[in-house]
């Protein structure tokens, strides 16, 4: 198709059937705000408003409504479906893929290979990486997520953001070296990838380099103001966990989850979930290490606000730790509640979704016997090999999903299984062994059973105590 007064070239050179320059603007300020995590990704409504007919913009604009269950979604479908035959190849590329991912039914892998295909044929279009690598993130598969990126990359060599999606699923692959350099060659050309320098806190996070993470996040944080509240509280979450996990005094830790997480909520454009999930998130390590008169007036005032279920069913991450912290503040009925509707949701799903989803399951229910202190049934759920890698299609990343690790560490201390912690925290030490609290736990599980090695773990976790932070 030639180009024509009627065709115009998105961002990535790609033909947009649009006769509106205002669209097309609309349309490239919406795929910068969604690869640098902005807070205004509802101007690709605009575009739909300059031509109510043009389909890219219609089927993007559904999409980013589709997550508030809006009303308008099936009104923006409808419009790109009723003009799909004067679309560009592209816009039917990506309304195809977009319209497929957004049915309550679909089968994630035709979803996926949607996304191959239409990278496949437009590899410049970053916004449609970035979607798909989402959509691998919920598949809890890394693999396809890096596939995806290592396509695209020959067409976008030193094109800005394309260097931070590289760096995230080699580093969720446990190719550290590799992810750090994909996350600096990213940095070195925007160093407002917000998103690299999330991933770089990652691999620093990983080596326990904490002090040289929180010294690079709070570096980089005053340029976190656009970043909607998911990018902006996360980012803070990670430098609060580098503060917890190098033995930091824990109010500095108090200090992010008061002023740089909870504080979002004062924002009118807030996104509630997005923040509720770094706060729980953090509260529930906090808990783990026996912080609870720091941290437990906060749960209690938080778990107030968390039995209403407009935030329920939004992410399943945010529903477990939603579950915990609602049953451990005696909220029991509503925790109920929220658990038999997972259980619901998880019985309506295809088949295929439905087995992927059993672990995740499985967790919630355990999750909540822990919040009512029931640890025997918790740890039955838990289950005597339970790892937590194994529930990534909840929707979280190796370092979220740790602390349900440390959950069932505490857990077999508690009823009595010294044995069982002891052989997998000295596995876990061959891999990451600068970890304070990890060193306690086996400092604890030795003493229970006498050996002398309880010495060198506590002498171990005494200098790496000692060592991050003064």
């Not at 649009?18 to 300020?29: E, F, G, L, V, Y």
């Not at 976008?156 to 590289?166: A, C, I, R």
């Not at 029931?374 to 289950?383: E, I, K, S, T, V």
């Not at 304070?436 to 604890?444: D, G, S």
Request: proline share 2%; net charge negative.
């Amino acid at each position: 198709m030639g180009i024509t007064e009627e065709i115009k070239l998105d961002k990535w050179g790609y033909q947009v059937n649009t006769s509106s320059d205002h669209c097309i603007s609309a349309i490239n300020a919406y795929y910068h705000q969604v690869l640098s995590y902005g807070r205004k990704r509802s101007i690709i409504l605009e575009a739909q408003i300059h031509d109510k007919n043009c389909v890219l913009a219609n089927i993007l604009a559904a999409h980013f409504l589709c997550s508030t269950h809006s009303s308008k979604v099936a009104n923006f479908i409808e419009a790109a479906k009723s003009n799909y035959d004067k679309a560009t190849d592209y816009e039917k590329a990506v309304f195809d893929a977009v319209s497929y991912m957004m049915l309550d039914d679909r089968d994630d892998d035709v979803a996926l290979s949607l996304h191959f295909k239409l990278l496949t044929e437009f590899p410049r279009d970053l916004n449609s990486l970035k979607r798909a690598q989402v959509l691998c993130f919920y598949m809890g598969k890394a693999d396809p997520s890096l596939e995806l990126v290592q396509q695209a990359l020959p067409k976008n060599e030193g094109e800005s953001y394309v260097y931070g999606m590289l760096a995230f699923p080699l580093l969720e692959l446990g190719l550290m070296e590799d992810a750090e350099k994909a996350s600096r060659t990213a940095l070195e050309i925007n160093k407002l990838d917000f998103w690299a320098q999330h991933c770089l806190c990652h691999v620093l996070q990983f080596e326990c380099h904490f002090a040289e993470a929180v010294k690079f996040m709070e570096d980089c944080s005053p340029s976190w103001v656009s970043c909607a509240s998911f990018m902006y509280t996360h980012n803070w979450w990670h430098v609060a966990l580098c503060y917890l996990e190098g033995h930091s005094p824990i109010e500095r830790v108090l200090d992010i989850y008061d002023c740089c997480i909870m504080n979002e909520l004062d924002k009118p454009d807030a996104a509630r979930p997005e923040v509720y999930v770094n706060a729980l998130g953090l509260l529930l390590r906090l808990h783990v290490r026996g912080e609870n008169s720091a941290s437990q007036n906060r749960l209690k005032t938080l778990a107030e606000l968390l039995i209403d279920q407009a935030v329920w069913f939004s992410e399943w991450q945010l529903d477990l730790f939603i579950l915990w912290a609602i049953a451990s503040t005696d909220h029991l009925s509503a925790a109920q509640q929220l658990l038999d509707g997972l259980r619901v949701r998880v019985s309506n799903m295809n088949e295929k979704k439905r087995k992927l989803m059993q672990r995740g399951l499985s967790l919630a229910e355990a999750l909540y016997e822990y919040g009512k202190g029931n640890d025997m049934q918790a740890l039955q759920l838990f289950g005597a090999d339970f790892d937590a890698n194994d529930c990534k299609a909840i929707g979280a990343s190796e370092e979220q999903l740790d602390v349900f690790n440390e959950v069932w560490y505490t857990l077999l201390l508690n009823t009595g299984q010294a044995e069982k912690v002891i052989e997998v925290i000295e596995r876990r030490l061959r891999k990451r062994d600068g970890v304070p609290f990890l060193w306690r736990l086996l400092e604890k599980g030795y003493m229970t059973v006498g050996r002398e090695e309880a010495a060198i773990a506590a002498e171990k976790a005494n200098d790496l105590e000692n060592s991050f932070f003064k």
